[in-house]
């Protein structure tokens, strides 16, 4: 199985974009990335998922390197509310399994 | 408009003592899930139903058991809880390209 390395922590000035990275070098070719974010106490919450293109929305935009080794979430300005754990997932090829990594912290700072 | 609802939200029981964990989902979702979720540790999976097709993580212990009457109903059973089964519990839902849906949690203390 695929697995997500992420740092265990980062800070992040309000206002400014906030870049989590995240390590998949394992991810098979038909692997979807998903991001989630769990703030305290609630369950986790979609943000954005991709394959191969790099991937925006509403709430942020994901890039995922040419060989998909590796992907960064980027929330283009951080707010105070933005503060949460964020976990890279990997869904498996095939079957319906997500698999998460350990989350990064995200604490934003005003 | 609550779409993945679990109850209760805080659920206390005795050591040994059997315990239910219900999961509701108004999303006519194919696949649930339940994570068992420890303090500052990620998610982990327990097993998953694809419709009926129950699907049991290889390390989930034995003491934990699951049903699924209908679509929309999931539950988990805990035969005889421990001190280390206390946790927070999580219930998902996925259907075919779509992203997987999180109720918020139970958080079960064992006595």
Not at chain 1, 28 to 43: K, L, P, T
Not at chain 1, 74 to 96: E, F, K, N
């Amino acid at each position: 199985d695929a697995k997500t390395t992420q740092p265990t922590s980062m800070d992040c000035a309000e206002g400014r974009a906030a870049n989590l990275p995240c390590n998949h070098s394992t991810i098979s070719g038909n692997e979807y990335v998903y991001w989630y974010r769990q703030i305290h106490s609630q369950g986790p919450q979609y943000i954005i998922h991709g394959l191969k293109n790099n991937e925006t929305n509403e709430m942020a935009s994901l890039i995922i390197t040419e060989d998909r080794k590796s992907s960064t979430l980027i929330l283009p300005h951080a707010t105070l509310r933005d503060t949460a754990v964020y976990y890279c997932i990997v869904l498996i090829s095939g079957t319906y399994k997500y698999i998460f990594g350990t989350g990064t912290r995200l604490k934003v700072l005003a | 408009d609550a779409m993945v609802i679990q109850n209760p939200r805080y659920q206390v029981t005795q050591f040994g003592k059997p315990v239910t964990l219900s999961c509701s989902q108004t999303l006519n979702h194919n696949v649930m899930y339940w994570y068992q979720q420890k303090s500052s540790q990620a998610p982990k999976l327990l097993f998953h139903y694809y419709d009926k097709d129950f699907n049991n993580e290889a390390d989930t212990p034995d003491n934990f058991q699951s049903r699924r009457p209908n679509t929309s109903f999931c539950f988990l059973d805990i035969r005889s809880p421990g001190l280390g089964d206390a946790a927070m519990y999580l219930c998902a839902t996925s259907g075919y390209n779509q992203p997987q849906h999180f109720g918020d949690g139970t958080r079960l203390s064992i006595l």
